[in-house]
């Protein structure tokens, strides 16, 4: 059995001029998941673990899982959530490096804006399965997105409804989790309410879905679905 690796997911939401938007990116043909649209995140490398790193806040329970989702963003798409002035040297830099120029210029993390909001497992029996806490946040003082390393490639703000639409006309590929907190930003009319309402509804149980196979067909089902128990 392949172990989950330890991921992070920040989901950006801001108020848009018809209602609640969030960001998405279309990820690389390289990565895990290459070519759907997926919110900002990545894998939580061993520097999110060090006690040193330029940040504020947070929980000692999520902090590797927080630093990892706010550092993907902004190695990402340029956006940073954080207390201080973000230096230039910041913006394109990755691992330590983002650290250290943030470091330098006094600036840091802040771990306070962003809240837990699930944590998924990838199914048994996928070739590369994760750990993934999803994070939440606001994103209205944000500036513009950039895709600066080609792992999120068009970045765009969206409404979660627009989003499901284009992923059920088959022009954007989402994931399970990631259309199942699409639909639950979409019953929201303000970004405010939907924030809180995904802080309100947070659970620390892990949402583990199964494979069911029928023919050449793969698909996942969660907890209380019909088939989950006699799935994979």
């Known amino acids: 059995m ?3 690796v330890p991921a992070a997911t920040l989901i950006l939401v801001r108020d848009g001029r018809r209602g609640p938007e969030v960001l998405l990116g279309r ?7 290459g070519g ?15 006690p040193d790193v330029p940040a504020v806040g947070g929980s000692e329970l999520d902090r590797p899982f927080q630093l ?8 990402e798409v340029g956006l940073f959530l954080a207390v201080g002035e973000v230096p230039e040297a910041a913006v ?3 691992g330590w490096e983002l650290f250290e120029a943030l470091a330098d210029a006094g600036a840091a993390f802040d771990l306070d804006r962003i809240s837990f909001v699930s944590n998924w497992v990838t199914p048994e ?3 590369r399965r994760f750990d993934t806490r999803f994070f939440v946040a606001r994103g209205d003082d944000l ?18 409804g627009d989003a499901l639409a284009r992923a059920q006309a088959s022009h954007w590929g989402i994931v399970l989790p990631t259309r199942v907190h699409l639909e639950r930003l979409a019953a929201f009319d303000d970004a405010g309410d939907a924030v809180r309402g995904m802080v309100a509804a947070a659970s620390r149980d892990q ?11 793969v698909r996942a089902v969660l907890p209380g679905d019909p088939d989950y128990e006699e799935a994979e």
């Open 125 to 127: 029996g996928a070739p």
């Open 2 to 4: 392949t172990v989950p």
């Open 207 to 217: 949402t583990i879905p199964r494979l069911v196979r029928s023919g050449s067909e």
């Open 36 to 50: 759907v649209h997926v919110f900002p995140g990545g894998l939580v490398e061993d520097l999110d673990r060090r």
């Open 68 to 75: 990892a989702a706010v550092r993907e963003t902004a190695e």
């Open 92 to 94: 394109g830099a990755t």
């Open 143 to 160: 500036p513009p997105p950039k895709a600066l390393t080609g792992e999120l490639a068009d970045p765009v703000w969206i409404r979660p």
């Open 27 to 33: 990820r690389s043909n390289r990565a895990a998941f």
